[in-house]
T-cell receptor, first 112, second 117 residues
Framework: EAEVAQSPRYKITEKSQAVAFWCDPISGHATLYWYRQILGQGPELLVQFQDESVVDDSQLPKDRFSAERLKGVDSTLKIQPAELGDSAMYLC??????????FGPGTRLTVL | AQKITQTQPGMFVQEKEAVTLDCTYDTSDPSYGLFWYKQPSSGEMIFLIYQGSYDQQNATEGRYSLNFQKARKSANLVISASQLGDSAMYFCAMREPSGGGADGLTFGKGTHLIIQP
């Protein structure tokens, strides 16, 4: 069964360091989403891609966060520099256009 | 104002009983979708059930059903014959398509369901 892949599963970093997460969507899914889930809360959308284009990044803290999907397939989310408040689960999801979103296992980030 | 409200932070239910998880939503868009996801302690989000705003019948998927009351803007999840493996966080979410194709989900804060033997 096709799945969304994410790596790493866990990441521990010190504040002010750079960190990057990778996501490989289900093959054929043109739409890719990055969500952030702080402990005890629901996920919040950071950015949505349609193919290689950003559709919505209104909630992305652009001073330190960046996201790219250069060839319209896999995607990277970067934080530079990381802050203590960035500790969270980072979830990637993909879908066919307008379809159900399938989530990956997530990357659990701890910033010390 | 919150778009998705889940008023039950936690629930304890006896195994084999039915359980209802509450969700109310706020939107002025006539076209929207409502989702329920399950998140076990391992962290992955598992899709359970979907209800479109124009769907005439309540959605059902196995032991899961959605009690959709459009006028009240509620979309409660009903789990019949609960099992120990149902213990998890449950999130209600809404999709409101907007111009340009943006359709990210807005999630509630979740309900932590614990099934007791």
């Amino acid at each position: 069964e096709a799945e969304v892949a994410q790596s790493p599963r866990y990441k521990i970093t010190e504040k002010s360091q750079a960190v990057a997460f990778w996501c490989d969507p289900i093959s054929g899914h043109a739409t890719l989403y990055w969500y952030r889930q702080i402990l005890g809360q629901g996920p919040e959308l950071l950015v949505q891609f349609q193919d290689e284009s950003v559709v919505d990044d209104s909630q992305l803290p652009k001073d330190r966060f960046s996201a790219e999907r250069l060839k319209g397939v896999d995607s990277t989310l970067k934080i530079q520099p990381a802050e203590l408040g960035d500790s969270a689960m980072y979830l990637c999801a993909s879908s066919l256009v307008g379809g159900e979103q399938f989530f990956g296992p997530g990357t659990r980030l701890t910033v010390l | 104002a919150q778009k998705i409200t889940q008023t039950q932070p936690g629930m304890f239910v006896q195994e084999k009983e039915a359980v209802t998880l509450d969700c109310t939503y706020d939107t002025s868009d006539p076209s929207y979708g409502l989702f329920w996801y399950k998140q076990p302690s391992s962290g992955e989000m598992i899709f359970l059930i979907y209800q479109g705003s124009y769907d005439q019948q309540n959605a059902t998927e196995g032991r899961y059903s959605l009690n959709f009351q459009k006028a009240r803007k509620s979309a409660n999840l009903v789990i019949s014959a609960s099992q120990l493996g149902d213990s998890a966080m449950y999130f209600c979410a809404m999709r409101e398509p907007s111009g340009g194709g943006a359709d990210g989900l807005t999630f509630g804060k979740g309900t932590h369901l614990i099934i007791q033997p």
